[in-house]
T-cell receptor
Framework: AQSVTQLDSQVPVFEEAPVELRCNYSSSVSVYLFWYVQYPNQGLQLLLKYLSGSTLVKGINGFEAEFNKSQTSFHLRKPSVHISDTAEYFCAVEGGYQKVTFGIGTKLQVIP | DGGITQSPKYLFRKEGQNVTLSCEQNLNHDAMYWYRQDPGQGLRLIYYSQIVNDFQKGDIAEGYSVSREKKESFPLTVTSAQKNPTAFYLC??????????????FGPGTRLTVL
C-alpha cells in the first residue's frame, strides 16, 4: 500500500516571499514522485517529477522539489512567489503496478 | 494540438436521472482514468482502463459505470444509484510503457450539480 500526506491544507504567503509546500509519502516499493498544479475550475497540469538521479528536481514556473529518501519527503519550493502562483498543488506517488495516489492538495494563496 | 477534452463543462441533473460525461483524448495514450474531486478530499479514483474493452474499478466505483470501446474515448455514466453525485469530475490519460511513466494528462473537468 502507498499513501501521500500533504501536511498543510492552506498556505498563505506574501508576494515575492519564498514558499515550501510539504509532502510526505509511504510505500513498500520504490516510488516515483510528482507535483501537479490546479488553477480554479481547471484540470491538473504537471509541475515536475522525480524518477531517478539527482534528488533536486526543477520544474516549470520556477518551482523545484527535493527528494529525501530517508525522510520519505518530496517538498516543493519556490524562492519568490507571484500572484499567478495562487492555485492548489497536489503531490502524487507512483508505486507498485504503476498505481498513482494523490494527496489531498495544498491551497497556496499569494497575498499582494 | 494534442490533449484531452471533456464535455460539458457544467452539467445539471435532476435526482433519479443518469448522466454521461464525455472524455476524449488524441494523445494516443493507452490508459485513461476518471477521478472525482470534492473540497478537502483531493482526487479519488472512480474507474480506470489500461486497454480497449477492459476497465477496472477504482476506490469509489459504486454508482458509476464506464465503457472503453475506442482507445480515444472513455465516457463515464453517473447513475441514479450514486447517492451524492455533485462534484467536479476529472478525466486523465497516460502512457504506460514502463514503471515511472505514469505521468497523467488531465482534461479541464466537468462540474456536475444535482438539483
Amino acid at each position: 500500500a502507498q499513501s501521500v500526506t500533504q501536511l498543510d491544507s492552506q498556505v498563505p504567503v506574501f508576494e515575492e516571499a519564498p514558499v515550501e509546500l510539504r509532502c510526505n509519502y509511504s510505500s513498500s516499493v520504490s516510488v516515483y514522485l510528482f507535483w501537479y498544479v490546479q488553477y480554479p475550475n481547471q484540470g491538473l497540469q504537471l509541475l515536475l517529477k522525480y524518477l531517478s538521479g539527482s534528488t533536486l528536481v526543477k520544474g516549470i514556473n520556477g518551482f523545484e522539489a527535493e527528494f529525501n529518501k530517508s525522510q520519505t519527503s518530496f517538498h516543493l519550493r519556490k524562492p519568490s512567489v507571484h500572484i499567478s502562483d495562487t492555485a492548489e498543488y497536489f503531490c502524487a506517488v507512483e508505486g507498485g503496478y504503476q498505481k498513482v495516489t494523490f494527496g489531498i492538495g495544498t491551497k497556496l494563496q499569494v497575498i499582494p | 494540438d494534442g490533449g484531452i477534452t471533456q464535455s460539458p463543462k457544467y452539467l445539471f441533473r435532476k435526482e433519479g436521472q443518469n448522466v454521461t460525461l464525455s472524455c476524449e483524448q488524441n494523445l494516443n495514450h493507452d490508459a485513461m482514468y476518471w477521478y472525482r474531486q470534492d473540497p478537502g478530499q483531493g482526487l479519488r479514483l472512480i474507474y480506470y482502463s489500461q486497454i480497449v474493452n477492459d476497465f477496472q474499478k477504482g476506490d469509489i466505483a459504486e454508482g458509476y459505470s464506464v465503457s472503453r470501446e475506442k482507445k480515444e474515448s472513455f465516457p463515464l455514466t453517473v447513475t441514479s444509484a450514486q447517492k451524492n453525485p455533485t462534484a467536479f469530475y476529472l478525466c486523465a490519460s497516460s502512457n504506460l510503457p514502463s514503471p515511472g511513466t505514469n505521468e497523467q494528462f488531465f482534461g479541464p473537468g466537468t462540474r456536475l450539480t444535482v438539483l
